[in-house]
Nanobody, 121 residues
Framework: QVQLVESGGGLVQPGGSLRLSCAAS????????MAWYRQAPGKQRELVAT???????KYADSVKGRFTISGDNAKNTVNLQMNSLKPEDTAVYYC???????????????WGQGTQVTVSS
């Protein structure tokens, strides 16, 4: 019914930048919020940043001042601009969305397949 497709991951040196993108498609009536999570090897998945349909944003303390989340309601997309990357930012990054699907009551939660970000010299 809904697909989230991420792009933009890769290998970058410490101090470098990457931009992740996520596009939602399918039977979407509305999107309440979108977010980026990440999961490093051996660690739990953690919230990185969120953005609501109204444009309100929140960030994990570990990325404040370095990462910026932005969205386009008309295109059902969300981006994550990551600057001043550190080796500890290495993880698989997942897109997440709270979506009201046509024909369904309430909101359902959807995940992308993940994209690898590796920060290493």
């Amino acid at each position: 019914q809904v697909q989230l497709v991420e792009s933009g991951g890769g290998l970058v040196q410490p101090g470098g930048s990457l931009r992740l993108s996520c596009a939602a498609s399918g039977s979407i009536f509305s999107i309440n919020a979108m977010a980026w999570y990440r999961q490093a090897p051996g660690k739990q998945r953690e919230l990185v940043a969120t953005i609501t349909s109204g444009g309100s944003t929140k960030y994990a303390d570990s990325v404040k001042g370095r990462f910026t989340i932005s969205g386009d309601n008309a295109k059902n997309t969300v981006n994550l601009q990551m600057n001043s990357l550190k080796p500890e930012d290495t993880a698989v990054y997942y897109c997440h969305a709270d979506i009201k699907v046509y024909g369904q009551v309430g909101v359902s939660y959807w995940w992308g397949q993940g994209t690898q970000v590796t920060v290493s010299s």
